[in-house]
């Protein structure tokens, strides 16, 4: 398994942006799904985007569909997620999680199916 750290989150104002940056080390992600997660005090974690190894093909949750991008930097081992127009519902603890992909273009957006977890990174919107 390879070891996540999430960063890039803070406090924001709504209608801004951020952009949180998933840093993987002890391992190489480039053949790996990568997906984010984010969980909101008193909720369940939720599905927000994934994206496959070669980052070919991403899957967003409706919630964010238009207004989160996810992407990714192989050679920096490295996933982002880009966040604009945000609302005050985006605030939460956000995480990436990491699996091996079973082949190029294959994304998961279950939590259940990923086996490397960050901390987490807390994106909190004001309004």
């Known amino acids: 398994q390879v070891q996540l750290v999430e960063s890039g989150g803070g406090l924001v104002q709504a209608g801004g942006s951020l952009r949180l940056s998933c840093a993987a080390s002890?391992?190489?992600?480039?053949?790996?799904?990568t997906g984010w997660f984010r969980q909101a005090p008193g909720k369940e974690r939720e599905f927000v985007a994934t994206?496959?190894?070669?980052?070919?093909?991403?899957y967003y949750a409706d919630s964010v569909k238009g207004r989160f991008i996810i992407s990714r930097d192989n050679a920096k081992n490295t996933v982002y997620l880009i966040m604009s127009s945000l609302k005050p519902e985006d605030t939460a603890l956000y995480y990436c999680?990491?699996?091996?992909?079973?082949?190029?273009?294959?994304?998961?957006?279950?939590?259940?199916?990923?086996?490397?977890w960050g901390q987490g990174t807390q994106v909190t919107v004001s309004s």
């Open positions: 002890g391992g190489s992600v480039s053949t790996s799904a």
């Open positions: 994206i496959s190894w070669s980052g070919g093909r991403t």
């Open positions: 999680a990491a699996r091996p992909a079973l082949y190029d273009g294959a994304y998961y957006y279950n939590a259940g199916d990923y086996d490397s």
